[in-house]
């Protein structure tokens, strides 16, 4: 049996480019919904500082991690967020969930 894999992305707006951010990660979530492996893909927004957002995702298995990162709708994203966005990324195993 394979373990599921979550990931975890922080995205902090550069000058101006808030609302452009918001635009590409609202554009990310239904292709990744539908996805076979994905588990769940959530955005979140920072009370405090809005112009921070919060991908909170999860994948079948590290297959199904590939398998997004190889689509039109993520390499569409890759080529944008450098110019919108500091991001990080952790990629979890599970240790302990439901």
């Known amino acids: 049996m394979t373990a ?4 975890v992305a922080v995205l902090t707006a ?3 480019t808030v609302d ?3 635009a590409l990660l609202d554009a990310m979530l239904k ?3 539908a996805e076979p492996g994905n588990l769940r893909y959530d955005l979140w927004q920072d009370q405090s500082d809005p112009n921070r957002f919060v991908l909170d995702e ?11 990162r190889a689509t039109p ?3 569409n994203y890759l080529s944008q967020i450098g110019d919108l966005a500091e ?4 990629v979890l ?6």
């Open 93 to 98: 195993n599970p240790v302990s969930a439901t």
């Open 58 to 68: 999860l994948y079948a298995d590290s297959d199904a991690v590939a398998a997004h």
């Open 4 to 7: 599921n894999v979550k990931i």
């Open 73 to 75: 709708h993520f390499q």
């Open 14 to 16: 550069r000058a101006d």
């Open 20 to 22: 452009r951010l918001h």
């Open 31 to 33: 292709p990744s919904r």
């Open 87 to 90: 991001r990080g990324a952790f």
